[in-house]
């Protein structure tokens, strides 16, 4: 049975640092692209970075560009978001999500979000404040 589950969330103050884990089972990271999603109250699911099956790729979002960075360990089945430089406006649940893709490529946008991700975890909240 496949599944994600996502951990590492918590309170911070901003300026500080979180890493966030997705643990995946009954499917091989080599097959299958990772997105990090994040929704704040009141807001659409947005993409926020994303690895592709090959771990050639990454993407990541305008507004965290530079500040958070996606990797994964093909040995413990894990995909990393490491955040750093946390503002409020970062508040939010924050979900992993599993999808076949091109080896080289993996989306973000809404289409990507309803069309590729077949598997989600069930969301850790991230706080930002002081």
Not at 56 to 78: E, H, L, P
Not at 92 to 117: E, M, Q, T
């Amino acid at each position: 049975q496949s599944q994600l589950v996502e951990s590492g969330g918590g309170l911070v103050q901003p300026g500080g640092s979180l890493r966030l884990s997705c643990s995946v089972s009954g499917f091989t990271l080599d097959a299958n692209g990772i997105g990090w999603f994040r929704q704040a109250p009141g807001k659409e699911r947005e993409g926020v970075s994303c690895i592709s099956s090959s771990g050639r790729s990454t993407n990541y979002a305008d507004s965290v560009r530079g500040r958070f960075t996606i990797s994964r360990d093909i040995a413990k089945n894990t995909v990393y978001l490491q955040m750093n430089s946390l503002k409020p406006e970062d508040t939010a649940v924050y979900y992993c999500a599993a999808g076949y893709d091109h080896p080289n490529a993996c989306g973000l946008g809404p289409k990507s979000i309803r069309d590729k991700y077949n598997y989600w975890g069930q969301g850790t909240q991230v706080t930002v404040s002081s």
